[in-house]
């Protein structure tokens, strides 16, 4: 059985945050949203970088692109 995606929709504070944690369940693929450009995919190579730290393996991906969303199991809107 694969891991479930989850997009969590801003990129700031808190959806980083929101990510970060998410990530550290290491039972996630996350994928980062956010409409301002190169934020989400800073965001998530940070989150990367700190894996083999923080000891989780799932996919990180940071985008503006709505399709990298498709068939994720969970939305979380962080965007305010």
């Known amino acids: 059985m694969g891991r479930e995606k989850i997009t969590v929709i801003g990129a700031g504070n808190v959806g980083g945050t929101a ?3 998410l990530a550290e369940k290491d039972r996630y693929d996350v994928v980062l949203l956010d409409i301002i450009e190169g934020l989400p995919k800073g965001k998530s190579l940070d989150l990367a ?3 083999p730290i923080c ?3 799932g996919q990180l991906i940071g985008t503006s692109d709505y399709q990298d969303t498709a ?3 969970v939305v979380v809107i962080t965007s305010g």
Do not use: T
């Open 71 to 73: 068939d994720s199991s």
């Open 55 to 57: 000891g989780y393996s």
């Open 19 to 21: 990510a970060q944690r």
């Open 49 to 51: 970088q700190s894996a």
